[in-house]
């Protein structure tokens, strides 16, 4: 019963009333009446001569071929080709060196294309394990990387306001090794070390602040003054304090770090129920073991959380105070210079470098988490 | 649910040794003796007494139930027992000591209202948690836990963890987790409260073998007087505002051995009838 509700491909072709796939195939059929695009002066239609008829026919296979499948999930597979599929023929135009920002019948078909991508997003979201957790954010942001590359290839968008994707990898490969000295030092050095000297700073004041109740009231006030002073304000001075290296990085790392940390340990620590108190007190378990074997374990969740915010925090705090002197070498040097010397290309190389460090520190905090508090409730369904 | 023997060799000797008063004269027949015990909860608006000057003897070998109606301080007796609590006024000895030198001599095993299992542990470590903190090796840490797992039935969920375990096995475990630490008093705050009738029948019958077989004492908080008659050798019946004590019920008229048969006996509905009349009682001061 549920199967006949929620299930979009359980219809064949001998009972056409797949009503999703009819609103997607009007405007499909519509694109076909207008022009794919300008080649040398002359405005070219879909059955004018390029290879867009192949394409069109894949695609029309592959959604008959999810439609008449057996099981919705491999429906869904064979219109995920047909998608694919869809989104290559623009690529494969402007290779030809076809003028596509007049090409209303392309970006109308790509639409109906996008739609049909919406359908099957849909199935594979409902999927559990693998398809559900990797495949589907991998397409999603696929999906995105392509939509960029088409669109601003598409309608010639300058390279100065935004260059396609594929012209940020050529820049990131050709550029590979002013990156890579760039990384170690923001990343390797400021970063891993800022970080580590914060989040632990932060944990132990915590840990003190815990036992020492005035430590706690007098310094949780000082937590919202100093989450609100703009890095901006506090790098220049951190710069002249400890020189342009990466002491200085680190300095403006920990003093971001320090109060989220501190505030979400407190918050843990203050996370056991009085009943799994009293069972270590029944123990005549002490401070310490109380410590160890309770309230940390409850404060794991917390933790991780204060670890997840500041290590955002502190990519974002290393490459701002680098703008404001640095050896020269590092991320936020390079982004500065660069774009002065209107070199984007390695700017948004960068801005993908730091992208991709940013939530590879994430995944993996989220990675460890997940291992290591698999009991906690918000953690067991998944 | 299989009914594992729960007689074992050490702990029969301790019970030998506890029917046979005459031979263990070192240790007094006095487990816990309170005498004009008050406490005064200093809350927000006005303070609660939860206990009015209550005096109780409890004796080696007994099963003593605390029965009354919510809120007339059977948690908090049994609190101060286990010195979770302060008495305000008055004098508590447990076994000749004051309850704070009892809790660290961990003299008694506490099950609370609710299993109160640590998530991240197994159902295994969770019952060798008490015995981490004492300072017992590996290896014997786990022999007590698997034979106390065994005795409350749940061998083979040694590696389960707590959520994946039902509440009525979730308190088993707690219980086993109390008997690990082989305390001779046995403080149980409405273990079975939270549990349907049919399983809480079948753990009363696991929990009054387990009783005769260790001679532990125990003291027993519940609501319920078919369970607090079923289990006790006496029955301590209290009222609320202010928490006091109404009426001490001796269970001697019944066997030693609790069957469940006993329930359908004149005996077992006289008492029954004596903790109802005592309830009552309680009541009428409040209309
Ligand atoms: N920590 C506390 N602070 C203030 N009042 C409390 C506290 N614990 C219990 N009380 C009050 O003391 C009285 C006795 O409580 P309790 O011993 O829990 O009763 P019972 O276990 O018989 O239901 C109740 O009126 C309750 O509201
Ligand atoms: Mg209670």
Redesign the interface.
Known sequence: MSDLVTNPYRTSLRSAADWGLVAIALPALAALALPLGVQNGAVLGWFGGSMAPLFLIGVVLAVVAGASAPKRVWGAWAELAGVALAWLLPLHLLNEGLDLSAGWGLWLFLVAATLLLWRVMGVLAGMPGWTRSVVVPGLFGLGLLVGWEVLVRGFQVPAILLPPPSRIAAALAANAPVLWDDFRQTVLTSVLRGYVMGCGAGFMVAILADRVPFLARGLLPLGNLASAIPVVGIAPIMVMWFGFDWQSKAAVIVVMTFFPMLINTLAGLGNS?R??L????????GYG?TLV??RL?NA?PFLFNGLKINSTLALIGAIVAEFFGTPVVGMGFRISTEVARMNLDIVWATIAVAALTGSGFYGALAVLERVT?A???SM?QR | MTFPNPLDVREATASRQGSDRAASSAKSSVVVEARKLSLVYPTADKPVTALSEVDLTIARGDFVSLIGPSGCGKTTLLRVIADLERPTSGHIVIEGMTPEQARLKRLYGYVFQAPALYPWRTVERNVMLPLEIMGIARAERQARAREQLERVGLSGFERKFPWQLSGGMQQRVSIARALALQPDLLLMDEPFGALDEITRDHLNLHLTQLWRATGKTCVFVTHSIAEAVFLSTRIVVMSPRPGRILDVIDCDSLPRERKLEIRESPEFAAIAHRVREGLKEGHSYDD
């Open positions: 129920e009943i799994q009293d069972l270590m007190r029944s123990y005549a378990a073991r074997k309770l374990p794991l508090t009991w906690h409730p067991r």
